[in-house]
């Protein structure tokens, strides 16, 4: 990776940290699967299923294989049917449009709100006016909820699905609601790296929609309900009774995680809020946001990132080409310029270390190095 230094005094993640107070308790899980040799469609999947659906306050919850599967069963579950516009913010992981690809439908990429980086509810008004538009896949990016009744209300004035990618978001609410339970249905990763990571790949879809449920049921499992009883063409996206028991003992820590991710959030905040040089991520007065991570947007940035990581501060760049302007969409024919908030942001965030067991000392000496990074930064580029 770029900008990242051989040895980083300050990660951006530590996993090793997180997993040491679990280790036994998922490995007397593993044991038992190992021991019982049920390695999939077993109670572990089922038992996740329940704990999670209840977390986010869904009426279901289907676990998959992965986050982009989830996205691509929803879809389908959906109706999206090859040539249907969809609408994706400008600014996510590939993923989220990649989904609607693979499913045969075009995305259409709105531009994002310049104070939360999410999906841009004017912008997508605008998009939506023109009548094309099929449905709207809402993104809870870096753990802030979006503007989801705003969104909801648009969808439902034009009489389209919802599709919320809640990937970075587990557990945001939004006033007081869960995210993944607004939309017609939703799609979870538990990506090891996200708020709650898997043991491997996984990802789950939610909704309170019996029929959408049952359409992603079957999609799992190669259209059976029934052994060999093929109702459509499905896909293999189940989630392995390994991964499953890991992730149910990991949730029942995950609230826990998340507060002391708002606590480091906090603190990063209260040491950085006064340098007129740093717009601080913003923190809407309906949103409860989980800190999937803490981005921060300066000019100069590779230059700050590279003396940051001169002093050992990893840091990530959320995402530093916008969706519409990558090589894989190429064809959609946009242009830079077309999508500016999305743009300017691409080039200017940086994200800084984020994960709940980092110390007070460690968010000194990340703000301490930020701030005399730019500094020197400036310094530099006025000379
Ligand atoms: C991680 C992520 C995904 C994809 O999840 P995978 O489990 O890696 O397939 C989709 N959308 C967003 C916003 C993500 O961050």
Request: glycine share 6%; net charge negative; aromatic share 8%.
């Amino acid at each position: 990776m770029p900008n990242q230094p051989a040895f980083s005094r300050i990660p951006l993640i530590n996993l090793q940290q997180q997993h040491a107070p679990l280790h036994d308790e998922i490995l007397r899980a593993w044991q038992t699967i190992l021991h019982s040799t049920q390695f999939v469609n077993a109670t572990e999947v089922a038992s996740f299923e329940v704990a999670f659906s209840n977390a986010c306050e869904t009426q279901h919850c289907i676990a998959v294989s992965n986050g982009t599967d989830a996205l691509i069963l929803a879809l389908h579950a959906l109706g999206v049917q090859a040539g249907d516009r969809i609408a994706v913010p400008a600014n996510s992981f590939i993923a989220t449009a990649e989904a609607v690809s693979l499913v045969g439908a075009i995305p259409v990429f709105i531009d994002v709100n310049q104070y939360t980086r999410n999906i841009c509810s004017t912008s997508l008004e605008t998009a939506l006016s023109k009548g094309t538009i099929k449905g709207v896949i809402a993104v809870h990016l870096y753990g802030h909820p979006a503007e989801i009744l705003a969104l909801k209300q648009l969808t439902s004035t034009y009489d389209i699905w919802l599709l919320e990618d809640c990937a970075q978001a587990h557990l945001a609410r939004y006033q007081g609601v869960p995210v993944g339970s607004f939309g017609d249905i939703a799609a979870f990763s538990f990506y090891p790296t996200k708020n709650l990571g898997s043991t491997g790949e996984g990802g789950a879809v939610t909704t309170n929609s019996d029929v959408l449920a049952d359409k992603v049921r079957l999609l799992r499992n190669h259209g059976q309900q029934v052994a060999n009883r093929h109702e459509c063409v499905g896909y293999n996206a189940r989630l392995g009774e390994l991964e499953a028991a890991a992730l149910r003992i990991k949730l029942r820590y995950l609230p826990a995680w998340n507060v002391a991710r708002r606590r480091v959030a906090e603190l990063y905040t209260a040491r950085l809020d006064n340098n007129p040089d740093i717009q601080l991520p913003v923190v809407e007065d309906w949103a409860e946001p989980v800190w999937h991570l803490y981005v921060i947007q300066v000019s100069n940035r590779d230059r700050i990132r590279e003396l940051l990581a001169d002093v050992g501060v990893a840091t990530g760049v959320h995402y530093p080409v916008p969706i519409h302007l990558q090589s894989a969409y190429h064809e959609l024919g946009y242009q830079a310029g077309m999508l500016p908030i999305a743009e300017k942001s691409a080039s200017e965030v940086i994200s800084l270390p984020m994960f709940p067991e980092l110390s007070e000392t460690d968010v000194d000496f990340v703000c301490d190095s930020l701030e005399r990074s730019i500094r020197k930064a400036k310094k530099e580029s006025q000379c």
